[in-house]
């Protein structure tokens, strides 16, 4: 599966942005999916994840409460609605195909997005 992120911006502290994550494919109903996310010199990290039908969702604790994840199996589409964004929220955000379970580590997921940048002033 392909994957193809976008949304990203650059967006005042407080505000919002939606991000989406398209996908090739007739399969994507298959794969479970993450958004993970990588600041300048850091790791990257698990930012959320969904299930393959979309009735469970797990978060970090740092966006939980702000960030929501949702998908559109009929649409191929997996989204990240991003409110109360901070300054501590920039860095590229990248979406992630897997095929297990949702979890934490890069290492479950075999395919990548390239990367949406967001950026939020203060």
């Known amino acids: 599966v392909q994957l193809q992120a976008s949304g990203g911006g650059l967006v005042q502290a407080g505000g919002s942005l939606r991000l989406s994550c398209a996908a090739s494919?007739?399969?994507?109903?298959?794969?479970?999916m993450g958004w993970f996310r990588q600041a300048p010199g850091k790791e990257r990290e698990f930012v959320g994840g969904i299930s393959r039908s979309g009735s469970s969702t797990f978060y970090a604790d740092s966006v939980k409460g702000r960030f929501t994840i949702s998908r559109d199996n009929a649409k191929n589409s997996v989204y990240l609605q991003m409110n109360s964004l901070k300054p501590e929220d920039t860095a590229v955000y990248y979406c992630?195909?897997?095929?297990?379970?949702?979890?934490?580590?890069?290492?479950?997921?075999?395919?990548w997005g390239q990367g949406t940048l967001v950026t939020v002033s203060s």
């Open positions: 494919g007739r399969t994507f109903h298959n794969y479970v």
């Open positions: 992630a195909a897997g095929e297990s379970w949702v979890v934490q580590s890069t290492t479950g997921y075999a395919y």
